[in-house]
């Protein structure tokens, strides 16, 4: 039993704002309009289990920590969207993400040229931490693959990746000094030689050319200065995921084949395990296997399954058709109320619901090539980013639209 920092924190969170809901008239659970699609996640999850009691009752205790996390993530959402009340509330909480994620940043770039993690020594700080140790990682063109506060070098960059829109939106809306914030997460998404999070990038860059047009194609003229900046805060970088994207031999050949003397549960996943996954999940199509009931990982004693890299046809496999559904919708409707925000709102409020679906965007496409939910930080920021879009979203349907024109 591992009890986390993070998990206290977030437990004496939900219990204050639980608390409140009792005794405080001004504190009061507030609709949205992602509230459906979160319940119907929380609920296929529940109707997985009891599809699968055999299955589940074998794996009690990975299936009870994979449900507790779920309910975290959804009452963190409903907390938080309940919680933001006014823009400038929105706002704060944006700012206070995007100096966090740029903290870690700044670590993971000192990470990468000392190999020294600060997050390893925080027992220093407080001695009550115990730290664990960490499985290696190892190196990728050479270069250490870091790690700072994540759980793997593939979860940081799509950390980075989520919160560089958010940084956009606020160098848009409030200063150009948030320049300095986006450029050190960009500079850590590169330094986590992740081709996941240059994907996420990609899909990001997407979404502002289709919501921003005008102004993305204007900030062109920074991408020679970047590649400089990049070239001497990031060496090497570039060269490795060059070759990461078009290995000598060719990339769907390398995700295709399990590497000699390969570990089967651990490498190759993408595109090798695809097939016979999706004849797995075809004969369980409607509720698959059971939510948490398939245990990958390093602990070779306890897992039961690969590691797929590929979140979307791990949902597929243990909560089936209606769970995928009700993700899709998750994305889906968040991404549609906030593209016709930004499409209709004036340019300040324009670029907040632009960065929010850009953020929403690149993360959905990134769990294509990753298991999302397995990092609890990379998927913590996703749910909190979602219950700010749910807030913006219900804070817009309540202004006038002359005021908001």
Known sequence: FELELYRVAVALLLGGWLASLLVDQRVRLRSSA???????IVFTALASELANPGRVGDLGSYVVKSLMFLASFALVFFMVSSLLTT???????LK??????ALVAFSSLVERRTAYNVFDHLSTLLPFLDYQGFVSIGERGGRLRVLASAQHPIALGALFATAVPVAVYLVKAHSRKWWLAAAVIGLGALGSTSRTAIVMLIASLVVF???????????????????????????????????????????????SELPENGDPYLAGGRLRLLGPSLREASERPLLGLGYGTRVTGFRTEFRNAPIL????????LEVGVLGIAAWG??????????????KEDDERDSWLYAGLCASIVSFAIG???????GFVQAIFAF???????????????????????
């Not at 992602?34 to 119907?40: I, K």
């Not at 570039?238 to 990339?251: A, D, G, M, W």
């Not at 919708?329 to 930004?342: G, N, P, Q, S």
């Open 329 to 342: 919708w998750l994305v889906v409707r968040a991404t549609r109320r906030l593209y016709r925000a930004a």
């Open 209 to 255: 050319l289709l919501l921003k047009p005008v102004e993305t194609k204007r900030l062109w003229v920074l991408v020679l200065p970047a590649l400089v900046v990049a070239k001497i805060a990031v060496p090497g970088s570039l060269v490795t995921l060059k070759e990461s994207f078009f290995p000598l031999s060719n990339l769907i050949q390398e995700q």
């Open 367 to 373: 769990m294509f090539t990753y298991d999302a939910i």
């Open 34 to 40: 992602l509230d459906a699609p979160v319940l119907l």
């Open 383 to 405: 749910w909190l980013l979602a219950a700010v879009a749910a807030a913006a979203l219900r804070l817009r349907d309540a202004t006038p639209r002359r005021a908001r024109a």
């Open 309 to 316: 890299d590929n979140q979307w046809l791990a949902l597929l």
């Open 87 to 93: 823009r400038r509330a929105v706002d704060a909480l």
């Open 96 to 101: 206070t993400f995007v100096v966090g994620t």
